[in-house]
């Protein structure tokens, strides 16, 4: 049985008063609370113990009273004993409600003595229908208060308006703390965030003010309005469907094609930032949300030296205000050598975090390259990242995109490229992963003269012994070694051309149409090209050299169907007819 954060007392008689308070009216602001009530007693169950092991577990209990409820033997003589004395133990906090009080009844229980919800002379049973949401809010408010005084603090920031009401949460770190809010007025939804430490308010609020110069730019999350003057500070912020990348790489690597569609989208955002004076400097998973489709949406709040100088002395402290394990691996190298950095090393900077941030997302490892229990002073502090194709799961990383991200980490600025754009340009040069891991696939197999022999020559010993074409089985069988070959070898090669150039858009004739008109007349079923597809990638996986774990194999042969299929499908097109 699930445990009970709010346990639910009332007599049964009353039953329409505790649906009209909570049944169906979900509890704003309170999504992860349990409330527990008689109805969760399923049939057959012992009711009794149901109940007093709901109560056990009970954070806090409410009492809906009337005359019924102090007129129930069961509640008077079991229920409420238990109730208070799990109140004098502290284990349970009672909030008590008069919905039709017998008050001679009432002055027999100790219930005077302990504050109720609302007040004792307008019990609810008195008041007009419209009140009745002013007491549930009422009653949900002291809930939060008791279970969550954080978020109830929070809440409090909007309390008397009517525009936002903060829910839950969303996520926190040393120096902010992020909640879900709903703006009621243009009916969206919002990230509130709140700083912490007030020591950084003067930062906090030159952020904000600096967010002006990128609120036209898609990648960053526009900041709709703030309260730097609020106690505690805040800044109401645009909110995406998702999570931050930080969650989304708790589960592992990214796909290559999504890491350089991210690195593509945040650096062209920040690059067009920094033309206008905006460098970042704090470009980290957990600043980062991915929003559907895998898009990313930066945190507009950048940093400066003064967020260096805080991780310098708090390096290796523990606890909830203190460097994360996050905040070390994304440390920039050039603000820890006891100089200043010059404004215009800052686009390198940038560049330095989005490197490491390719890097993460290519291993799914946190880029640790200090290990030290303090700070460092100079560059030799730093070690060096662990090179990409060490990774298991990374040795079919399109080395175009592996070195791009490894020179943008580069520890000395002047290693790194001479600009993010330079930058950005050169992974621009990364095309389609699945294409890219068949045609790297491919040109490992046929580096071997013996090993493109062994392939082809398993193949069609394969397609002979299984086509159930005839025609084709007699045209393979007399057809000579070094014809199957040639037609094999330009086949395999046109199929990757076709899904490079000619794919999206097949307008005749493309590479393939002469192929495809030869295999017309040999009276092929389309299952027959669906043959050829599957016992092709076998035989290459199977000598693939650099698949040797199921993972990999399995990586490489979707590669290889994801290559493959377009023009596959081309050709079925033309059997067909």
Same mark, same amino acid.
């Given at each position: 049985?699930?445990?009970?954060?709010?346990?639910?007392?009332?007599?049964?008689?009353?039953?329409?008063?505790?649906?009209?308070?909570?049944?169906?009216?979900?509890?704003?602001?309170?999504?992860?609370?349990?409330?527990?009530?008689?109805?969760?007693?399923?049939?057959?169950?012992?009711?009794?113990?149901?109940?007093?092991?709901?109560?056990?577990?009970?954070?806090?209990? &409410?009492?809906?009273?009337?005359?019924?409820?102090?007129?129930?033997?069961?509640?008077?003589?079991?229920?409420?004993?238990?109730?208070?004395?799990?109140?004098?133990?502290?284990?349970?906090? &009672?909030?008590?409600?008069? &919905?039709?009080?017998?008050?001679?009844?009432?002055?027999?229980?100790?219930?005077? =003595?302990?504050?109720?919800?609302?007040?004792?002379?307008?019990?609810?049973?008195?008041?007009?229908?419209?009140?009745?949401?002013?007491?549930?809010?009422?009653?949900?408010?002291?809930?939060?208060?008791?279970?969550?005084?954080?978020?109830?603090?929070?809440?409090?920031?909007?309390?008397?308006?009517?525009?936002?009401?903060?829910?839950?949460?969303?996520?926190?770190?040393?120096?902010?703390?992020?909640?879900?809010?709903?703006?009621?007025?243009?009916?969206?939804?919002?990230?509130? @965030?709140?700083?912490?430490?007030?020591?950084?308010?003067?930062?906090?609020?030159?952020?904000?003010?600096?967010?002006?110069? @990128?609120?036209?730019?898609?990648?960053?999350?526009? +900041?709709?309005?703030?309260?730097?003057?609020?106690?505690?500070?805040?800044?109401?912020?645009?909110?995406?469907?998702?999570?931050?990348?930080?969650?989304?790489?708790?589960?592992?690597?990214?796909?290559?094609?999504?890491?350089?569609?991210?690195?593509?989208?945040?650096?062209?955002? *920040?690059?067009?930032?920094?033309?206008?004076?905006?460098?970042?400097?704090?470009?980290?998973?957990?600043?980062?949300?991915?929003?559907?489709?895998?898009? +990313?949406?930066?945190?507009?709040?950048?940093?400066?030296?003064?967020?260096?100088?805080?991780?310098?002395?708090?390096?290796?402290?523990?606890?909830?205000?203190?460097?994360?394990?996050?905040?070390?691996?994304?440390?920039?190298?050039?603000?820890?050598?006891?100089?200043?950095?010059?404004?215009?090393?800052?686009?390198?900077?940038?560049?330095?975090?989005?490197?490491?941030?390719?890097?993460?997302?290519?291993?799914?490892?946190?880029?640790?390259?200090?290990?030290?229990?303090?700070?460092?002073?100079?560059?030799?502090?730093?070690?060096?990242?662990?090179?990409?194709?060490?990774?298991?799961?990374?040795?079919?990383?399109?080395?175009?995109? =592996?070195?791009?991200?490894?020179?943008?980490?580069?520890?000395?600025?002047?290693?790194?490229?001479?600009?993010?754009?330079? !930058?950005?340009?050169?992974?621009?040069?990364?095309?389609?992963?699945?294409?890219?891991?068949?045609?790297?696939?491919?040109?490992?197999?046929?580096?071997?003269?013996?090993?493109?022999?062994? *392939?082809?020559?398993?193949?069609?010993?394969?397609? &002979?012994?299984?086509?159930?074409?005839?025609?084709?089985?007699?045209?393979?069988?007399?057809?000579?070694?070094?014809?199957?070959?040639?037609?094999?070898?330009?086949? *395999?090669?046109?199929?990757?051309?076709?899904?490079?150039?000619?794919?999206?858009?097949?307008?005749?004739?493309? +590479?393939?149409?002469?192929? !495809?008109?030869?295999?017309?007349?040999?009276?092929?079923?389309?299952?027959?090209?669906?043959?050829?597809?599957?016992?092709?990638?076998?035989?290459? @996986?199977?000598?693939?050299?650099?698949?040797?774990?199921? *993972?990999?194999?399995?990586?490489?042969?979707?590669?290889?169907?994801?290559?493959?299929?377009?023009?596959?499908?081309?050709?079925?097109?033309? @059997?067909?007819?």
């Amino acid at each position: 049985m699930s445990p009970a954060d709010v346990f639910i007392s009332y007599s049964h008689e009353d039953r329409i008063w505790k649906d009209l308070l909570f049944d169906g009216h979900p509890a704003a602001g309170l999504p992860t609370f349990i409330f527990w009530s008689d109805d969760e007693i399923r049939p057959s169950a012992d009711w009794l113990s149901e109940i007093e092991n709901s109560l056990d577990r009970a954070k806090i209990v &409410i009492l809906l009273v009337s005359k019924s409820f102090l007129n129930s033997k069961f509640v008077c003589e079991t229920e409420l004993p238990k109730i208070l004395q799990q109140r004098e133990a502290n284990k349970t906090k &009672i909030l008590w409600v008069p &919905i039709e009080p017998d008050m001679s009844e009432l002055a027999k229980t100790k219930l005077p =003595g302990i504050q109720g919800v609302w007040p004792l002379d307008n019990p609810l049973n008195t008041q007009p229908p419209e009140v009745l949401t002013v007491a549930r809010n009422k009653i949900y408010d002291c809930i939060l208060r008791e279970l969550n005084p954080e978020l109830w603090q929070v809440r409090q920031l909007f309390h008397g308006q009517h525009q936002y009401e903060i829910t839950r949460r969303l996520g926190e770190g040393p120096s902010r703390n992020v909640y879900l809010g709903r703006d009621h007025a243009l009916k969206r939804y919002v990230s509130v @965030v709140i700083l912490k430490r007030m020591e950084e308010l003067d930062e906090f609020q030159e952020g904000l003010r600096r967010t002006n110069s @990128v609120e036209d730019l898609e990648v960053f999350l526009t +900041v709709y309005e703030a309260g730097v003057d609020a106690n505690p500070p805040f800044y109401i912020r645009q909110y995406i469907e998702g999570q931050t990348l930080s969650q989304r790489l708790q589960n592992g690597r990214l796909p290559f094609r999504v890491v350089r569609d991210m690195l593509l989208r945040l650096g062209e955002g *920040v690059a067009v930032a920094h033309r206008r004076e905006f460098f970042h400097l704090n470009i980290k998973p957990s600043n980062i949300m991915v929003g559907p489709r895998d898009s +990313v949406y930066l945190s507009a709040l950048s940093r400066r030296r003064r967020y260096f100088e805080w991780l310098k002395g708090n390096w290796g402290k523990e606890g909830d205000d203190h460097p994360t394990d996050e905040d070390y691996a994304y440390a920039v190298p050039e603000f820890f050598r006891g100089c200043v950095v010059p404004r215009e090393s800052f686009d390198k900077s940038d560049q330095y975090l989005l490197g490491l941030l390719g890097y993460h997302m290519i291993t799914g490892k946190l880029p640790k390259r200090i290990r030290l229990k303090r700070a460092p002073t100079s560059l030799g502090d730093f070690g060096a990242l662990k090179p990409i194709k060490e990774f298991e799961c990374c040795r079919l990383c399109p080395k175009a995109l =592996g070195d791009t991200v490894v020179q943008m980490a580069s520890l000395e600025p002047k290693e790194r490229f001479d600009s993010l754009r330079d !930058a950005l340009n050169r992974l621009k040069q990364f095309g389609e992963e699945h294409l890219t891991i068949a045609k790297d696939s491919y040109r490992r197999v046929v580096a071997s003269e013996d090993r493109k022999f062994k *392939v082809f020559k398993e193949f069609y010993d394969e397609l &002979i012994s299984q086509s159930t074409s005839k025609k084709a089985r007699e045209i393979f069988e007399h057809m000579d070694w070094k014809q199957q070959y040639e037609m094999l070898t330009e086949a *395999v090669l046109l199929l990757l051309v076709f899904c490079e150039f000619d794919a999206l858009d097949p307008k005749e004739p493309t +590479v393939l149409s002469r192929i !495809a008109n030869k295999h017309s007349k040999l009276d092929l079923e389309v299952c027959e090209l669906d043959l050829f597809q599957t016992l092709l990638i076998d035989a290459f @996986v199977r000598h693939d050299p650099d698949c040797v774990s199921d *993972v990999v194999s399995k990586e490489v042969k979707q590669a290889w169907r994801e290559s493959l299929k377009f023009g596959i499908e081309f050709m079925k097109r033309h @059997v067909s007819h």
